[in-house]
């Protein structure tokens, strides 16, 4: 694919998240920071929901109760998607700027958080209709989290073990879709995640923190067809146990429920 329409987000002071389609797709720490990544898998052809969230906490349900919040220095947080030129990836300077969205407080003004930012936007780009979109919507019910809970546990014994059918039969909506989002054979996208995989597990870096129904928070997305699986600090549910470093590698799934079986689709 010689185009890659990408998202840039920056935040100073708070924390954000950047949400597509009611999916969260970046987030900004409690500090701020940057990111950066492609979101052809978000993007919908004509009208999207681009929203940027302010502080959001855990939840995003309408009726979440917005709490006043001082700012103690000058925040802000903003939002571009760009589509770059050929072999430019990289460059903001010469990107076409598609979108773009900011909202800023000065030190010692008062905000209600978390601030939720809808923006509706017309991207001249052409997708599928992709599957997420058609599937039944999902009943937040003790019993769906346990299903979800125990479907996690399974995908993380096999992968602490090296086995990691289960994970891509489970994924597999979701590479079809990578496959088709950015113009990649089916095949070498498989291949790459397959790759990681491995890689992590010869190098005794794949010690799975295994999921527990207590520890599980199942936040809805995707206008509650999808649910995110996270653990009580927001951080997502698949991941291995902290290196030397401190640092993990984490799995951020986004599971559909179809005919009583779990799909990772995102």
Known sequence: MERVLMLRGRASGCSAEVRINDI?????????????????????????????????????????AATPTLAATEVYAHVRLLLPRVGELCSQETARTLFEFGWAANEGDVYQAPLVHP???MLPIKFPRWRWMDVPTIDYSDQTKAKVAAFLQRIAVAMAQGEFEPLITASQLRLEELAVAYQQPLDAVTSRFVSRLKLLHATKALKMTIPTLSDLVLRPCANRRLVECLTADGSPMLKTLPAADGSRTVWPVRIAIVNGQCHIVR
């Open 24 to 64: 969260l797709v970046a987030a900004m720490g409690s500090n701020g920071g940057d990111v950066s990544l492609p979101i052809h898998e978000y993007i919908l052809a004509g009208e999207n929901t681009v929203t940027l969230v302010i502080d959001p906490g855990l939840s995003h349900d309408a009726g979440t």
């Open 119 to 121: 923006n509706q936007v």
